[in-house]
């Protein structure tokens, strides 16, 4: 699976020198040019991909006990609605920061890359999206942003902590967010891994019925 892991795997890394590559989980295809039913298509793809994943011994967060039955993750119905284009609020000057995560005493460290403005359910929304300086000395990563987000599914139809997106530098001032593939950091799964902890600017005041839904044990 080409381009394609969680950014927790990105602070694992980090902080226990795993040797794993980091990968997109983002899609491929321009989603601007793309038919519904072309959208809907890309989206099973995404799933179909993530559970490959998740099924694979070398690449799956899964302890072994549950990865040895693993049969799929649990996701919303795919929904075309969720497909949302954000305008892209640039901010050049932003310092670099520490964001904590699920390991006391680790962080990791992130910019402000710019800010994603959208409608979505009837109401306004802001969210920051950030970038890595570490990664984008990386030719494959250089293009690579990480939005975390809660929302008001978070704790009952989706794990507490929030999901990500993956997503690539856009050329003009405007982002594509495709909730459909929003996923579980990998400590929702196993709690080796450490994850960046949703910055409370991140939350949406609507629920996000799309995406990875709760890990069942």
Do not use: W
């Amino acid at each position: 699976m080409d381009m394609r892991i969680s950014i927790a795997v990105l602070i694992l890394c980090v902080m226990v020198s795993c040797g794993q590559e980091k990968k997109y989980h983002d899609a491929k295809p321009n989603i601007e040019s793309m038919t519904k039913s072309d959208k809907l298509a890309d989206i099973l793809l995404f799933q179909e991909e993530l559970n490959a994943e998740f099924k694979n011994p070398e690449s799956s967060p899964l302890p072994d006990r549950f990865r040895i039955n693993f049969e799929s993750l649990e996701f919303f119905e795919p929904d075309t609605n969720y497909i949302v284009e954000a305008e892209l609020v640039r901010t050049p000057e932003a310092l670099p920061f520490s964001m904590p995560t699920t390991t006391t005493g680790r962080e990791s460290t992130e910019v402000v890359y710019g800010i994603a403005k959208f409608t979505l359910n009837g109401k306004d929304h802001k969210l920051e999206i950030y970038q890595s300086p570490e990664l984008i000395t990386q030719a494959e990563y250089e293009d690579y942003l990480f939005l975390p987000f809660t929302d008001n599914t978070n704790g009952e139809e989706t794990y507490g902590g929030g999901r990500y997106l993956d997503l690539r530098i856009p050329k003009g001032n405007k982002i594509i967010l495709n909730f459909n593939k929003a996923y579980n950091p990998y400590c929702a799964y196993n709690k080796k891994f450490s994850c960046p902890i949703v910055p409370k600017v991140n939350n949406l005041d609507t629920e996000i019925k799309v995406g990875v839904k709760a890990f069942e044990y």
